[in-house]
């Protein structure tokens, strides 16, 4: 072996220097965000998602719905057997509104939904997200609000704090990260207003 110092290499210290300094540090994240509590509570939950509800028959409605009061949710729609929802306890469904097959409710935070209201099949309603102004990434539970005669429809987004006004209609796979207008039709990635929505005329039977 040779005893000659090594020559820096200028280059590779050029590239180091370049680097930008990591800005969040995940070392110093919350280990347990949740109360003891609620980490009880989600544990005995998700059991009961896995053997009760999710086995259940597709029209076996009132039986999930008696499964989601009993850990606190507000129910008086149908959901579907796949549906996943988080916190029970953190949902509140309105007459006659759906949950579609595939939808996840990400509900960290509290998530109401109003009557007459479908949520199609692959949707996500994310009601949770971190603070990236801070290095430790605190946990945030925002809420989402989605009014009544909404249409959600398949594969879309729904992010933390967003309220989605009554009667609007929210496009397949769409993003939507901002507040929504009632009475309107939203799409895209990030969903923007494309038109308002008019109604034509009951059909005459």
């Known amino acids: 072996m040779s005893d000659q110092p090594s020559i820096p290499d200028p280059m590779q210290d050029a590239a180091e220097s370049a680097r930008p300094s990591i800005v969040q540090h995940l070392d110093?994240?919350?280990?347990?965000?949740?109360?003891?509590?609620?980490?009880?509570?989600?544990s005995a939950w998700l059991l009961?998602?896995?053997?009760?509800?999710?086995?259940?028959?597709?029209?076996?409605?009132a039986w999930?719905?008696?499964?989601l009061r009993r850990f606190g949710a507000t129910i008086r729609g149908g959901v579907r057997p796949s549906v996943?929802?988080?916190?029970?306890?953190?949902?509140?469904?309105g007459q006659w509104s759906m949950l579609a097959d595939n939808v996840t409710v990400?509900?960290?935070?509290?998530?109401?939904?109003?009557?007459h209201t479908v949520i199609s099949q692959d949707v996500y309603l994310c009601a949770g997200t971190h603070d990236y102004t801070l290095p430790n990434l605190p946990l945030q539970r925002t809420p989402i609000t989605i009014g009544s005669g909404v249409w959600i429809a398949a594969g879309a987004f729904i992010g933390p704090g967003v309220?989605?006004?009554?009667?609007?209609?929210?496009?397949?796979?769409?993003?939507?990260?901002?507040?929504?207008?009632?009475?309107?039709?939203v799409a895209g990635n990030p969903a923007r207003v494309v038109k308002n929505r008019v109604m034509k005329s009951a059909p005459v039977s």
């Open 163 to 185: 309220t989605i006004g009554d009667n609007s209609v929210v496009g397949a796979r769409a993003v939507v990260v901002k507040d929504v207008p009632p009475g309107v039709v």
């Open 64 to 67: 999930r719905a008696f499964c």
């Open 84 to 93: 996943h929802i988080m916190h029970p306890w953190l949902l509140s469904l």
């Open 28 to 42: 110093q994240t919350a280990a347990y965000p949740y109360s003891r509590w609620e980490y009880l509570r989600r």
């Open 106 to 115: 990400y509900n960290l935070g509290q998530i109401t939904i109003g009557d």
């Open 48 to 61: 009961v998602q896995r053997l009760l509800v999710r086995p259940s028959p597709a029209r076996a409605y």
